[in-house]
């Protein structure tokens, strides 16, 4: 059972327009929710994270809206441009358990 | 800022040998450790979680005896992969944090290929 769910599986977006990311959870304890972006080759690098006391979290181009009530939360990147392009993972955990990610989203910023 | 080296990066084995990866946190203290696999199609599984001066424990279908791993102090851990055939291949990420729920901090990987 997957306990964190990412779509679009795959996005395509013009350079200069916003990616939109989303993700959900079924777990109510979760309460640590990073993203973490991939490139082919490399292993995943701490984007931005949030915690569930929170319902934005903002660093640059980067945003994370979080929805509590409805367990879901979207990664929106700003002003996309063609070196954002990867694979993106959301993950989720709380203090008692592991750290689950989803099967990730992997964009394609075209210029 | 907080790194974690891993090595090798790339390393191939016959089928039915071993081989050891290193982790190596730089700038804090990793007193837990995550052995995670990274499969070809990008899922990731948890293999075993290692906090120091406790019992490391792994998930379901890893077990000790297949990925034998070692966390001696805040900085160094290691994982052996005994005899890996085929259905062991993938990315093999280390992922250091200084507390639970923590931010976890993740090294490039161990791109495990077997002939």
């Known amino acids: 059972q997957q306990q964190v769910r990412q779509s679009p599986q795959s996005l395509t977006v013009w350079e200069g327009e916003t990616a939109i990311l989303n993700c959900s959870y079924e777990n109510s304890a979760f309460d640590y929710f990073p993203w973490y972006q991939q490139f082919p080759g490399e292993g995943p690098a701490l984007l931005i994270a949030?915690?569930?006391?929170?319902d934005k979290k903002e660093d640059g181009r980067f945003t994370i809206f979080f929805n509590k009530r409805e367990k879901k939360l979207s990664l929106h990147i700003t002003d996309s441009q063609p070196g954002d392009s990867a694979t993106y993972f959301c993950?989720?955990?709380?203090?008692?358990?592991?750290?689950?990610f989803g099967q990730g989203t992997s964009l394609s910023v075209v210029p | 800022g907080a790194l974690v080296y891993q090595y090798p990066r790339r390393t191939i084995c016959k089928s039915g040998t071993s081989m050891r990866m290193e982790c190596q946190a730089v700038?804090?203290?990793?007193?837990?450790v995550a052995w995670y696999r990274q499969s070809p199609q990008k899922t990731f599984e948890l293999i075993a979680l290692s906090t120091v001066n406790s019992a490391i424990k792994y998930e379901q279908n890893f077990t000790q005896e297949k990925f034998p791993i070692s966390h001696p102090n805040l900085s160094f851990s290691s994982m052996t992969v005994l005899n890996a055939y085929l259905e062991d291949r993938g990315l093999y990420l280390c992922?250091?944090?200084?507390?639970?729920?923590?931010?976890?901090?993740f090294g490039h990987g161990t791109k495990l290929s077997v002939l």
């Open positions: 992922g250091a944090r200084t507390g639970p729920n923590e931010r976890l901090f």
């Open positions: 993950a989720a955990s709380s203090s008692f358990s592991k750290l689950v």
């Open positions: 700038g804090f203290q990793a007193t837990s």
């Open positions: 949030i915690r569930s006391v929170s």
